[in-house]
């Protein structure tokens, strides 16, 4: 979760995991993803977005302390951070997830002129299928925007201010909304769930009320295990409890 670019509005209840039973992932309150602003208020250290733009000569100990500071555990060396890891992970992001490229184009653009006034949109339609062998390009799921805002933006469309206070809720019908808050669960940041998915074989010239995939459909259909095919959500141990947990609040959301 250190690669994550939102945060969650739910309360995470650590107390339930205090004995030996298996880990539980619990929540209290509204569960809800957040995003802060490109760059840290003065004073105060980056997180979550704003790590792939702000002081990235030292992301990897940003990354680590981010963690540290969350995790009451992590004194003991079995919760400790391998920076090694952790910095192979970040190459491997960088090299393949559009999101992430499109972060640190706007990271350069700063190195250039830190007094650039510069928004991000996270694009909220796609002209193009988003499943995972038609991956999308860093264009298509986000812009940068040099200045004010023109009237080029969506309803759908998410703007990440340059420096703000306070945190802004984003839908859970934006595409990228899943790829945001699991980076390494999908780390070409491939669409999650769209309004506009047909189910197979329907003819777009004939759609009736039940041709759309709905919400509870897509999650039923990314959680079931399939023989020959390694799921790497299902793969991901604690991650997976916690992506079932905001699976059912999505479904419950809308």
Not at 228 to 254: C, H, P, W
């Amino acid at each position: 979760m250190i690669f994550s670019f939102t945060s969650i509005g739910g309360k995470i209840d650590h107390s339930i995991n205090n004995g030996i039973a298996p880990y539980v992932y619990c929540m209290q309150g509204q569960n809800y993803h957040l995003f802060g602003s490109l760059l840290p208020q003065p004073r105060q250290d980056p997180r979550f977005c704003q790590l792939y733009i702000y002081d990235t000569g030292n992301e990897v100990r940003h990354r680590i302390d981010a963690y540290s500071s969350g995790n009451s555990k992590t004194t003991s060396n079995q919760y400790a951070l391998i920076p090694e890891t952790v910095y192979q992970l970040k190459g491997l992001l960088d090299f393949n997830n559009p999101l992430v490229k499109k972060f640190r184009m706007t990271r350069d653009r700063f190195d250039m002129n830190e007094n650039e006034h510069i928004r991000i949109k996270l694009i909220g339609s796609r002209d193009t299928d988003g499943r995972t062998y038609n991956l999308p390009s860093a264009n298509e799921v986000a812009a940068l925007i040099i200045g004010d805002i023109d009237g080029t933006c969506d309803k759908r469309d998410i703007v990440i201010e340059h420096r703000r206070k306070g945190l802004k809720r984003i839908s859970e019908l934006h595409p990228s909304y899943l790829a945001l808050q699991y980076p390494l669960l999908f780390p070409y940041a491939e669409d999650g769930y769209r309004v506009d998915i047909l189910h197979k074989g329907v003819d777009i010239d004939h759609i009736s009320g039940h041709a759309k995939l709905t919400l509870r459909e897509f999650f039923a259909y990314r959680l079931q295990m399939r023989v020959g095919e390694n799921s790497l959500i299902l793969l991901s141990r604690k991650l997976l409890q916690q992506f079932i947990v905001d699976a059912y609040t999505m479904v419950e959301n809308t």
